[in-house]
């Protein structure tokens, strides 16, 4: 029965342990801001930057008030890392949290996140909106237009 348990125990450190260093080896850990948070944020006027990525269509459609049109969705190419090389001086000269808005929340935001990252941004700064505007329950928080 030690036994059992002692190789139970063993495989499920050997699994953990694997887990932890793929998700640092290929980006897995991400810092997302739930929706019910970020309402509360916009509400209470928490200084924040609002790095929205969505294509044009998509932000006239909708987007939150103060945030910065970038349309560079999915930040894949290098002339969508350009869009967002654009925004940087803007970004490094606050100290402020840095909400990521993409249509889902995956992988443009996830994209933006390590190019940000990259260029010099301190992780502790960024966030991913939880499910992206497409998961937004708030509608009435939501602008429309430039």
């Known amino acids: 029965m030690r036994r059992v348990v002692s190789l139970t125990l ?14 640092n080896l290929f980006g897995g850990n991400y810092r997302y801001v739930a929706p ?3 309402k509360k944020w916009l ?8 790095v929205d990525i969505q294509v044009p269509a998509e932000f006239q459609q909708h987007h ?9 969705f999915p930040v894949k190419s290098a002339e969508d890392k350009q869009k967002l090389d654009r925004v940087l001086p ?5 100290r402020e949290e840095i909400v990521i808005v ?13 190019y940000l990252k990259g260029k010099g941004i301190a992780e502790a700064r960024l966030l991913i ?14 602008a429309q237009g430039k």
């Open 10 to 23: 063993a495989v499920l450190f050997t699994l953990t342990a694997t887990a932890a260093f793929a998700g």
């Open 36 to 38: 019910a948070d970020f």
């Open 43 to 50: 509400e209470t006027g928490k200084k924040v930057q609002i």
């Open 64 to 72: 939150f008030k103060g945030a910065v049109q970038t349309n560079a």
């Open 90 to 94: 803007q970004l490094t000269a606050s």
């Open 102 to 114: 993409c249509p889902r929340g995956g992988g443009g935001a996830k994209n933006t996140y390590d």
């Open 129 to 142: 909106l939880e499910e992206g505007m497409q998961g937004w329950p708030y509608r009435e928080l939501v």
